[in-house]
Structure formats: structure tokens, C-alpha cells
């Protein structure tokens, strides 16, 4: 008894906290995945470098002397014109196409590439990384966690709720799901369909690059590091149901818990096929996924 | 993409429809071009000019495989580096373990490239859309990262030592180290494989696929099993990625696991967007021009992904039909004023 | 590519009728290394370091009077690029030397491909103890240390410093990560460590804190990795983050803390001892002339690649002035048991495996400095001769 114990305790739970804080970051980088999915049908395979450019950008304003908490603030409304013009001058041009699915995922993937590519020219290859903001660690129940990491799983649970919010219960919120669940007639009804769309892939990108922020202190900021998150956050999207935020944050949390629960008892590096696995299993059985689109929920 | 898929799929019925049309021409211009091409680099003694471009024929394939899916059946595969990677570790365990002969290797890496395909299929084919290119993407992602990790396919290192051989054609024989009748045969095989994918796609398989492409739901009333053609066509893509992988060992006498990697299926997708989607010709002179470029811009600067990058983009956004898209036009006119004034100095 | 390969295809045969080998002809020297991708931090060291030597030997006169030209490629780190590149550098440009390969699978695609055109390569960089063992080639130096040599420093400092250890190992799950691990456990154990505990990691992990529940369980004196690059940023930062550094001595590869990736490590790093071939710290009027001017050069401090890409040139100069040619054959038998100055001293060619000899230090991170703690003659660490091929 007292073993099983000591296994909860010292094994199985620290296991369980350190994948919480994995999750939120899943969830955090998915969440804008989904939601401009969820609006636009348009799956934005640069949603890594805007995660990377959110960081860089953040490491620029460090060094100019921004305190962290500005950082949380300003780095997203730095993005958000960067995702208004992205959506304006490349999404719109390829939108009103019947094949968009494709035409706008192979579009972000282009540019996805090149800003990759820019980065490294403007910041280097080496890899870089501000330090933590909120030193030292705290004991629960026997069990250490760094105070960041709390601190990220609060910041992180909070911002996803925010979203919630803004997404279901408010006028805004209403306007985005009227025009992703029918255009023509959230359009006609007064909705502005075309500034709707813009500013839903803005905050999509808004939020990848406020994710820079909040995980450049743990996982440390190189160019290519939009390519580490990506694959997971699909995944979780697509498990999810495209489009769903429900779905990303329960597929989030429940997929990353897998990974470090199963990383205990099977070779960690069967963990990414086991997860890849469960997503397979899934469409099989709910093609689209476990939860609804944006606009039927 | 709608315009140039529409493309794709009438262009076998254009005004020019027949056993020659315009996409035909310019195949045989491509071939005319690289025979005289082959012909200058042998007088010249340019083995290595020969090399890359048989390189760029070898990937040309795995572009076609591409085309097949996402220009015919409206299918975008982000993992097809997946059965190229798998065709080449096949041929490349044939000629090293097994006996170096050119009919066993291909016909090895044929048999796993379509079983390998058979499975991919039936998995990738539950879904579409953007679910189809991100259920590709990660299946080819696993399968890369289990080569990286496995000792026995020479892990992360890959293999060497691979055998040059001779490749025996009936009373002919070449071999795979002399860049010129090596090329030729690539040219040749490669201009085999899209002769008869050309036909194909115009026989009524390729219709169909054109019908599921267009409208999917309608195609079991018109009494044709949708799923069972897809999933055909999802096999003969593998086989045909598969066969391309398999000549790559022959070439440069090694594999590596990097030829599974995304950067490969990436690549191959970038090549069918910028030489025209749905025409087959195109991603072939796309994978050459792609590459001369590659070889050039690589030599000049390290930041050749903005130039590939801000190509790749400009031709989704303004060349939907690719290179070969813009040049189709121009070419059907041509045909089509030939065929007005044949008409008119007939007696 | 027809079009744009026949003017260049002409400019050549025009280049082929006017050259000849006079005696100003330059020599001209390949380097297929990674300038963009994952190893582009190394590949900017390995150009550093052979451009400051060229811009040295031209000053000095060149080799045997003919001056010396390097010829940039970017192979990606990807071997299917490696070997693209090596091939048009070979063909086209007709370079007489090749060097600059990071990956050892690019090395190893390389080195075939130089025997197959009948020209001698180099690698500066890649420890990949297959490449001067089992997979050796004819055609193929190495010029730094190899992942044997490596462990042996740093298991004899272990040895010495804290003795029967405990020690708990944690690589990245690849070949090359397995393979150090296993090399340098053996290593260990053999001068009485005690093994209590062995973890591999997926390649290019996020978070390593699901790994600690494990190592704290262990309760180890030392622990062993053998990541690199992002992978060491993570890991080594993570473990500060949950105040694992305190009472553990981190040790490790070589490529595990380097120039490229110690300023994102920060404080992390500090205490960090690895078995290298190289130091800017070592106290040699040779070295600090060298460090000196390579800070002057680029703002930045050589690390064991810089450094062993810089006498990669003094050891081809050698080679050539020796042979009185740059020929192939006579080449590789002048560059065999060949001995030529470095910044970290005198080193040797072993003509057996084609594997160099070089004294081995253990050196520890102290306030991002790599300080030496300890020394290994060359003889000592650099085990048997295991190339069968030649």
C-alpha cells in the first residue's frame, strides 16, 4: 500500500503535473490553429514561424529593455497587423476558389518557409533563450514544480478561458460563429464578413506569437523552432474536431497526458507514433473528430 | 486551383483532344531539349551536368506521383517522400544484400512500394481534404523517425556501398556509373512512366477520377465504386513514388533517412504547384528547372529557401496552372492554326 | 536546367582550353558544409576557421608557391545534398581537396563518392567513431577526435575527480546519441564507475522534466548526456528550472556544450566537464596567437570545430609540400603517419586507419568558459587501430 503510494506520489503525479504544463502549451499553439480553422477553413501551416516570430520578437523588445509582463502585452498586438496583412494580401487572394483547403495550406506553407528563412537571416542559426521571469520552484504535496511553470499552467488555463468567453459570450464572438457558420447570411444580417475574417486570423496569429512568449523560457528560441510544436498541434486539432476550441483544449490535455503517462512505461520515442496512433483511431471511427466546428457548437 | 484543376481535368478534351494534343507536344519537346542536352554535356565531357539531371528525373518522378493525387484525384499528399524513401531503402538492401541486378531491385521496391501503398491507402483514404494531406504528413513523419532509429537500415548515418551495376535491356546493356546511357535510360523510363500515366488518366480510369474529383458524392450514382478508385490511385502513385526511389540508389550509391523527411514530400509538392498541376509534363520540367535552380542559388547564397519560398508562392497565387499552364496556351493556339491551315491547302 | 547549364557548360570548356596547370594555378580546396539548417552553427565555425587559415597560408606565400582558393557549398545537412554538391565541386570545379562534412552520414556518402572519383576529403568535425573504424575508406582523414577518444578523456578525469561514481546516462534516441552513450559507459565502468540508470530521449524533445521523476529516483553523483545543439538548451535549462543541478556534476560529449549553444545555456551550464580535443582556454603561445586572431576576425571565440577546421589547411600544406604534389596517390601516402602543428600542438596522422592522434583534455564550463581540468596524451586515448580496409 504504502508503495503504490509512493508510486502516485513521487512517479505517477509529478508525471501527470509536468505533462499538465505541456498541455497548456499544446493548447495554446492549437487554439489559434483551430479557431482559424474553425472560421476560414484555412489551415495555416505557418503557424510554427508565427510562434517563432512571436518569440523572436519578444527576445528583440527584452533586449531593448521591455519588462516580461509588457512583453505579454505587446508582442500580440505587434502580430496582430502582421496577421491582418497576411490575411489580406495572401489568404484573400486564393480564398473565393473552390479548392481553398488546398490553395491557402500550400500559401502558408510557402510562407512558412520563407519566414523561417528570414528569421535565421535577421537573427542568426544560434540558438537564443531570455531568462526565466519567475525564478525558484514550489513543494506541493511532496512534489517539486517550477514557479514558471505554475505560473504558465494559471496564465495559460486563464487565457484559454478568456478565449472561451470572447468566443461564445460576446457580441464579437457571435459575429465570428454567424459568419463561420453561414456567410452569406451572417453578411446580409450586418456582419462585416471581411474585417470578421482578417481579425480572426490576426488573433489566431496574435496568439501563436503571445505562445512565443509565454514558452521561449523553457523551450529556448532558434529559428526553426516553429517545426516542434506543429506536428502535436494538428494532431490535437485534428482529434479535436477541426475547428472545435472544446476539442483542442480536452484533445490537448488528453493527448500530451498520454505522452508522459505512456513515456513511464514504453520507450519514449514510441510515444509520438502511440499518439499519431490514437489520431488514426480516431478518424477512423469520427472522421470529424470528437467535437463540432466552430460555428455548429 | 479551381481554374487549374479545371483545367487539368478538361484539358484531355480540349479542341485539340487526340493521340497528339498540346500536353503531348510539349512532352516531346522536353525530350527533343533533353536530348540535345545529353548530347552537348557528352561532347563536352560533363559527367556531373548528366548526374543532376538525372537526378532531377529520378525526383521528377516522385512529382508525378504527387500530380496523380492532387491534379487528377484532387488528393494532396504531404508524405509521398514516404513510398520514394521506402523504394529506395528496398533497392538499396536488394543491390547491397541481395543480387545487383536492376529487374530484382525495381521489382522489390514495386512489391513494397504497392503493399506499402494498399495500407497507406486504406488508412489515409477514411478521410479528405485537409484531413487527407495531414494524415499523409504524419504518416510518413512516423515512418521517417522509426528509419532514423533503426540500427539495422544503418540509422541515422543511412547506408553506403551501394554497387554500381549493369542494367540488361535484352541484347543491351548499360551501366549505372557512366552518366550517359544511364541518363538516357532514366529519360527513357521516366518518359515510359508518364506515357503511359498520360493515358490513363485519359482512359476512362482517369475520367472517373476526374468525376470523384469534381463531385465525389455523384460518382456511386453514375454506378462507379468512388473509394475503390481512389484507393487505386492512391497505389499506382505509391508504386510509381516507389520506382522513382528505387533508381536513386543506382545513382549516387547511398541512402539516408533524409529522403523520407517532409523536406523530400515538400519538395515534390513544390515542384507539381510551380511546373503545373494536373499536366504531368509540368512537374517533370518543374523537378529540372527546380533543380538547375537549386544548384545555382544554393552555390550563391544559403538562404535559397526564400528564393524557392517566394517562387513557390507567386506561382500558387498567379501561375495556377504552373509553368507549363502558361505555356499551354501559346501552344494550342499554335496547334490550332496548324490544323486551320492544313485544312485549308488540303485540295 | 538545359538552358541554363549550356552557357555555363561552354564557359567551362573555355576555362578547360585557357588553364592548364601552371605554376600560378591556384589550388583550390571544396567545402560542402552546412550553412543553413539544423547544423548551420557548426558549419559557420568550420568556415571561419578555414577562412582565417587561407587568408594565413596566402599571406605566407600559398602552398609551394600556388595560392590556395576555398570553394563554398551548402549541403543542408542532408547527404543527398552532401553528395550533389561534393559531386559538382569534384566535376566542375575540379577541386584538388574536399572538406567540411558535419553529419557523419554525410561524411560517409562523401568519402564514397571521393573514391569514386579518385580525390582525397577530410572531415573536420564529424566523431562518428564508424567513419576511421569499420565504415573506414582509403580516401577519407579525419583531422579531430573521434567519439572513442573523447570518452576516454573524460573517463579518466571521472576516474580521478570522483571516484566509483555514480553515474546515470541520458542520450538522444539516434544512433549517434546511443552509440556515445554505450561509448563512454563502457569507458567509465572499466575505471569503476557504477552505472544506475540509462534514459534515451526522442531526438529534438520539448521537455525533458517527464525524464526526472526517473533520474531523481536513481539518486546519481554524475550524470552522462549526449544531446547537442537545441536539444542540450532544453535539457540542461529545464534541470535548473527544477534545481536538479545542485549535487549532480553534468558531464558529456563533445558536441553537448559548444560556442554555438553556451549563451542560451546561460548559468545552466556552468559546472558542465567534457572529454574534447580542443580548448580556447589552452595555454599555448600557438593557441592564444590563434584565438587572438580569430576573436580579431569575427567577433567571437573558436570553438573545437573553428579550431580543427583552422589545421585542417596546415595539415593539407604539409601533405602537399611533402608529396611535391597534389596528386591522389602520392597525396594519401605523404598525408599517412604525417605529423603538422595546430593550435592545440603537434598531431599525427595514423596511418592505419587515417585517424589523427592528438592530446585529449577534460574541460569544465566556468562562467561560460571551457577551463581544462585535466590532460590525456595522445597515445593513451586513442585505443586501437580497427580499420580493416587498408
Known amino acids: 500500500m504504502a508503495e503504490t503510494i509512493d508510486y502516485l506520489q513521487f512517479i505517477l503525479a509529478p508525471q501527470a503535473l509536468n505533462g499538465l504544463s505541456l498541455g497548456v502549451a499544446v493548447v495554446l499553439m492549437a487554439l489559434g490553429l483551430t479557431i482559424i480553422f474553425g472560421l476560414l477553413d484555412v489551415i495555416n501551416m505557418a503557424h510554427g514561424e508565427f510562434y517563432a516570430m512571436g518569440a523572436f520578437l519578444a527576445l528583440s523588445l527584452a533586449g531593448l529593455g521591455v519588462g516580461f509582463w509588457a512583453l505579454l502585452v505587446l508582442v500580440p498586438l505587434l502580430m496582430i497587423p502582421i496577421g491582418w496583412a497576411a490575411e489580406r494580401w495572401l489568404i484573400q487572394r486564393v480564398f473565393h476558389s473552390r479548392d481553398r483547403h488546398i490553395l491557402t495550406l500550400l500559401l502558408t506553407f510557402g510562407l512558412g518557409m520563407i519566414l523561417e528563412d528570414v528569421l535565421k537571416l535577421a537573427y542568426g542559426p544560434n540558438t537564443m533563450r531570455p531568462e526565466t521571469p519567475i525564478a525558484g520552484g514550489t513543494e506541493i504535496l511532496g512534489m517539486f514544480l517550477p514557479n514558471y511553470r505554475l505560473f504558465l499552467i494559471g496564465f495559460g488555463l486563464a487565457l484559454i478561458a478568456a478565449v472561451w468567453v470572447v468566443v461564445f459570450r460576446t457580441r464579437l464572438g457571435a459575429m465570428v460563429r454567424a459568419a463561420a457558420f453561414d456567410k452569406d447570411m451572417a453578411s446580409s444580417l450586418g456582419v462585416p464578413v471581411r474585417r470578421v475574417y482578417a481579425g480572426t486570423f490576426a488573433f489566431g496569429v496574435a496568439l501563436a506569437g503571445l505562445s512565443g512568449v509565454l514558452l521561449a523560457p523553457i523551450y529556448s528560441v532558434f529559428p526553426t523552432m516553429g517545426r516542434d510544436f506543429i506536428l502535436m498541434a494538428f494532431t490535437v486539432v485534428i482529434v479535436g474536431g477541426m475547428g472545435s476550441i472544446q476539442g483542442a483544449v480536452v484533445a490537448g490535455l488528453l493527448l500530451t497526458q498520454v505522452q508522459a503517462i505512456s513515456s513511464l512505461y514504453i520507450s519514449p520515442v514510441w510515444s509520438d507514433p502511440l499518439v499519431f496512433g490514437i489520431m488514426v483511431l480516431v478518424l477512423m471511427v469520427r472522421p470529424r473528430g470528437l467535437f463540432g466546428r466552430l460555428g455548429n457548437a | 486551383m479551381r481554374e487549374a484543376v479545371m483545367t487539368a481535368v478538361s484539358l484531355p478534351r480540349s479542341p485539340s483532344r487526340g493521340p497528339l494534343n498540346a500536353t503531348h507536344w510539349l512532352a516531346l519537346l522536353f525530350l527533343a531539349v533533353a536530348l540535345v542536352f545529353a548530347a552537348v554535356a557528352w561532347t563536352t565531357g560533363n559527367g556531373f551536368y548528366l548526374r543532376l539531371a538525372t537526378e532531377a528525373l529520378i525526383f521528377a518522378g516522385l512529382a508525378m506521383s504527387v500530380d496523380l493525387l492532387l491534379g487528377y484525384t484532387g488528393l494532396l499528399s504531404l508524405g509521398q517522400a514516404l513510398y520514394f524513401g521506402l523504394g529506395a531503402y528496398v533497392s538499396a538492401l536488394v543491390l547491397r544484400d541481395g543480387a545487383p541486378s536492376f529487374w530484382l531491385a525495381t521489382g522489390a521496391a514495386l512489391a513494397a512500394g504497392a503493399l506499402a501503398g494498399l495500407v497507406g491507402g486504406v488508412i489515409a483514404n477514411r478521410v479528405k481534404g485537409v484531413y487527407f494531406a495531414l494524415i499523409t504528413f504524419g504518416l510518413a513523419q512516423v515512418v521517417a523517425k522509426a528509419v532514423y532509429n533503426t540500427r539495422e537500415l544503418g540509422a541515422s548515418d543511412g547506408i553506403i556501398g551501394i554497387p554500381q551495376i549493369r542494367v540488361t535491356l535484352g541484347p543491351l546493356a548499360l551501366d549505372t556509373a557512366d552518366p550517359l546511357s544511364f541518363f538516357l535510360f532514366v529519360l527513357g523510363l521516366t518518359m515510359a512512366v508518364y506515357a503511359g500515366l498520360a493515358y490513363l488518366m485519359d482512359a476512362p480510369f482517369g475520367r472517373t477520377l476526374a468525376a470523384i474529383r469534381a463531385n465525389e458524392k455523384r460518382v456511386p450514382f453514375l454506378g462507379f465504386n468512388a473509394w475503390g478508385h481512389k484507393l487505386a490511385v492512391y497505389v499506382l502513385a505509391a508504386c510509381v513514388a516507389a520506382l522513382s526511389g528505387a533508381l536513386y540508389p543506382m545513382l549516387r550509391g547511398f541512402v539516408s533517412p533524409e529522403l523520407l523527411f517532409f523536406h523530400t514530400s515538400g519538395n515534390a509538392v513544390v515542384t507539381v504547384i510551380v511546373g503545373g498541376v494536373g499536366t504531368l509534363i509540368g512537374p517533370i520540367a518543374g523537378s529540372v528547372l527546380l533543380t538547375a535552380l537549386r544548384s545555382v542559388v544554393g552555390s550563391w547564397t544559403e538562404h535559397h529557401l526564400i528564393v524557392v519560398g517566394v517562387i513557390f508562392m507567386l506561382s500558387v497565387i498567379f501561375l495556377r496552372k504552373g509553368l507549363v499552364g502558361a505555356l499551354l496556351p501559346w501552344l494550342e493556339r499554335r496547334a490550332a492554326a496548324r490544323a486551320r491551315h492544313g485544312r485549308r491547302s488540303a485540295p | ?390
Open chain 3, 1 to 390: 536546367m538545359t538552358k541554363a547549364t549550356l552557357p555555363a557548360t561552354a564557359a567551362l570548356a573555355l576555362l578547360g582550353l585557357a588553364g592548364g596547370a601552371s605554376a600560378a594555378e591556384p589550388i583550390r580546396i571544396g567545402v560542402v558544409t552546412p550553412l543553413s539548417g539544423t547544423y548551420a552553427p557548426i558549419g559557420q565555425q568550420v568556415r571561419w576557421g578555414l577562412e582565417l587559415a587561407l587568408k594565413e597560408v596566402n599571406a605566407a606565400g600559398g602552398i609551394m608557391g600556388r595560392p590556395v582558393e576555398l570553394l563554398f557549398e551548402d549541403e543542408e545537412a542532408n547527404p543527398a545534398v552532401a553528395t550533389q554538391k561534393a559531386e559538382k565541386l569534384f566535376q566542375v570545379n575540379k577541386v584538388d581537396f574536399l572538406t567540411g562534412t558535419v553529419n557523419s552520414g554525410s561524411t560517409l556518402a562523401v568519402g564514397q563518392l571521393a573514391e569514386r572519383n579518385d580525390r582525397l576529403i577530410a572531415t573536420t568535425v564529424s566523431f562518428s567513431d564508424a567513419i576511421t573504424t569499420d565504415k573506414c575508406s582509403p580516401n577519407v582523414f579525419r583531422v579531430n577526435a573521434r567519439a572513442g577518444q573523447q570518452s576516454a578523456a573524460l573517463a579518466e578525469w571521472l576516474a580521478k575527480d570522483k571516484p566509483q561514481a555514480k553515474v546515470y546516462y541520458l542520450g538522444p534516441d539516434y544512433e549517434m546519441g546511443r552509440s556515445t552513450v554505450a561509448a563512454f559507459k563502457a569507458a567509465a565502468e572499466k575505471t569503476g564507475a557504477q552505472s544506475t540508470g540509462e534514459v534515451f530521449a526522442p531526438l529534438d524533445s520539448k521537455d525533458y522534466s517527464q525524464y526526472f521523476g526517473q533520474l531523481r529516483a536513481a539518486r546519481p553523483a554524475v550524470l552522462y548526456t549526449s544531446t547537442a545543439g537545441n536539444d542540450t538548451v532544453r535539457l540542461l535549462t529545464q534541470m535548473s528550472e527544477y534545481g536538479l543541478l545542485r549535487n549532480l556534476t553534468v558531464v558529456g560529449a563533445s558536441g553537448t556544450v559548444t560556442a554555438q549553444n553556451i549563451g542560451a545555456i546561460g548559468k545552466a551550464a556552468d559546472g558542465f566537464v567534457t572529454g574534447v580535443g580542443y580548448s580556447a582556454e589552452l595555454d599555448t603561445p600557438e593557441n592564444k596567437a590563434f584565438v587572438a586572431a580569430f576573436r580579431k576576425a569575427y567577433d567571437a571565440a573558436p570553438d573545437l570545430y573553428g579550431a580543427d577546421s583552422y589545421g585542417l589547411l596546415a595539415f593539407y600544406k604539409a601533405a602537399v609540400e611533402k608529396a611535391g604534389t597534389t596528386e591522389t596517390a602520392k597525396l594519401r601516402e605523404a598525408m599517412r603517419g604525417l605529423q603538422w602543428p595546430t593550435p592545440q600542438g603537434l598531431k599525427t596522422m595514423r596511418a592505419g586507419d587515417h585517424q589523427a592522434i592528438q592530446d585529449m583534455y577534460a574541460v569544465r564550463v566556468t562562467e561560460g568558459r571551457f577551463t581544462i581540468v585535466g590532460t590525456v596524451p595522445g597515445e593513451a586515448a586513442i585505443g586501437p587501430d580497427l580499420c580493416a580496409r587498408f
